[in-house]
């Protein structure tokens, strides 16, 4: 078998296998996750630098209990972060009901949630959106906040 077959089968049986792998569930369980802020911050203390930097805490215990409450054992090469619901960067809290594993792969994915938070704390520090509703937008359906506000072509995960 020459060398472009050989590529040709491995990229096939690559493709197969990926295709055969479950895509996770990306939407937190609103059962598990209803999501929680940390006391009650002001938009004056989430726009303070290192903010988040300063809150952000949660054990490896912690992360091991998510992934057991989602019933989410990662299959070898599959990537998740656990994730704040309500992020840091705009008051969320660091307990269970607040965090959920979310992927790194598939159709919507960490690096566009993060895309949102990020845009969602640029518009409360500038004082364009109150810290409350920023929190409500992303507590109730975070898809829909993204599609809201870069519409159904948002770019991908990097920003783009």
């Known amino acids: 078998?020459?060398?472009?077959?050989?590529?040709?089968?491995?990229?096939?049986?690559?493709?197969?296998?990926?295709?055969?792998?479950?895509?996770?569930?990306?939407?937190?369980?609103?059962?598990?996750?209803?999501?929680?802020?940390?006391g009650t911050p002001s938009a004056a203390d989430v726009c303070r630098p290192g903010f988040a930097r300063q809150a952000r805490s949660v054990p490896e215990s912690e992360k091991r209990k998510v992934f057991a409450e989602y019933?989410?054992?990662?299959?070898?090469?599959?990537?998740?972060?656990?994730?704040?619901?309500?992020?840091?960067?705009?008051?969320?809290?660091?307990?269970?009901r607040n965090l959920w594993p979310q992927p790194f792969a598939g159709t919507w994915t960490a690096g566009q949630k993060?895309?949102?938070?990020?845009?969602?704390?640029?518009?409360?520090?500038?004082?364009?959106?109150?810290?409350g509703q920023a929190q409500e937008e992303i507590r109730q359906d975070w898809i829909a906040a993204y599609l809201s506000r870069f519409g159904p072509k948002g770019g991908a995960a990097d920003g783009g």
């Open 114 to 131: 993060d895309r949102l938070e990020n845009a969602l704390h640029r518009d409360v520090c500038r004082g364009g959106e109150p810290l």
């Open 1 to 38: 078998m020459t060398i472009k077959w050989m590529t040709m089968l491995a990229a096939f049986v690559t493709l197969h296998v990926l295709q055969a792998l479950p895509i996770r569930a990306v939407r937190p369980d609103a059962r598990l996750t209803p999501g929680m802020v940390a």
């Open 71 to 96: 019933g989410v054992t990662p299959e070898p090469g599959e990537r998740f972060e656990i994730d704040h619901l309500v992020p840091l960067e705009l008051g969320g809290a660091n307990g269970l």
